[in-house]
Each structure stands twice: as structure tokens, then as C-alpha cells.
């Protein structure tokens, strides 16, 4: 659902770009929008990206996000972004940093075989990214997902709060697979190792065993 009558967002999230006031405040350039709760007042909130290739790079994307309290817009693009591929796409609103409020889960780049994804949480009051600590496979606090032949990635919530993050590679007839815990703590996802594994199986003991990396991303995650 789009919002064109909506007053044009705060853009305190995207003062390095000169031409956010005029992206921001045109509603051809904004896609359609997820309706929830974004900031945790039970009221229904909406996120939309607007996106405009043509911009100068880092000033091409921004997500937006409507509450009762107004409107916040930060910027999202990267140089790698691959808007020729449809990217990005806002895929989902879901419940990931234990804060009250959805988080935006945004595509933001694509690789030869997985799609990778932000968080972007109202947690703390302002739009922000979800910040990831700790290794590889943790890059620009980006989660990969996506599948094919010679990879699996996945990321889903998990028990007591944890966020889960595995990837499998092919190893001979088996698959390699590598699955991580984390903990967010105020905005942050650090390492919860407790439960971590690491295992060779077959392709199609996969999605049983390891359904983060079965179904799509964050999917496990409550959407209220
Ligand atoms: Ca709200």
C-alpha cells in the first residue's frame, strides 16, 4: 500500500545526500509498503523503500518508516547494490531484536548464489541497522540466504531469543554445515556459541535438521 499524501520523512537518517529531500518527497521513486507495528506501540506503522537508481552512489536507496510519531527515512545503498537484479527489495516486518517492534528485513545485495539481507530496527527510537559481532560469516552486517548447488545460507530465529546463522558447502557427497548462535543485546548481535555446530550431512537431511536453512529467512521469526 502506498502513502503519497503522507508528509515527507525527517531526514536527519539521510543528511550526507543532498538529493534525499526531493527522492524522499516523490512518490513515483517509493515502492510498496508493509503495514505493522514498528516502533512498539501497538499502533500500525508503515516501511517502504524509495529508490531511485539514477541518484548519485550511496544516495540511490532509503528505507522509510511511518509511525504515529512521524516519519524516518535512512539511507541504505551500497556501491555493490544491484539494482539491475530488482534490488533492493524490503522482503518482510518481523520480530528479530527483542525489542517491542517489527524489524524491516531489506535484500540489499545479491552474489552468485545468495541473496544478502539488513535489519533495520526502531529499537532504539531511531531507524538503525542491526549491527552483527563476531566472524565470518558476518560481513557489513549483512545475513546471507539463498541456495544452490555449491551453497546454502540461512538465518532464522532460534530458541530463548537467539538468532541462528548456518551456511553449508558441498564436501563430496555431503554437505558441510557450519551453525551459529547469537544473542542481540541493544541493538547488537554478538556470539551466544553455546549452541553452536558444525556437521556433515546429506542434502536431504538438511531441512530437518537445520530448517533456517529450508524455508526463507527469518521466517520462524513472530510477524506481530
Ligand atoms: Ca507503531
Redesign the pocket.
Known sequence: MSTPSSPAPSLEGVAGCNGGAAALGDPALREEALSG?????????HAYLVVDPEATVGCRAYLVAE??EGSQAIVIDREDMTFDLGLPVLLELRQIDGRP?LDAVVDLVTGASTAFAGVFTMGSGSLEQLALKGDDPLVDDLFSHGASIGQLAGADCGERGTVVITGATPAGRLYVVDRRFYRVDRGVLRPDPSGDERAAVKLDRIPNRFPELGSPIFSNCPSK
Open positions: 507495528d514498528l516502533d512498539g506501540d501497538r499502533k500500525p506503522d509511525t504515529a517492534g
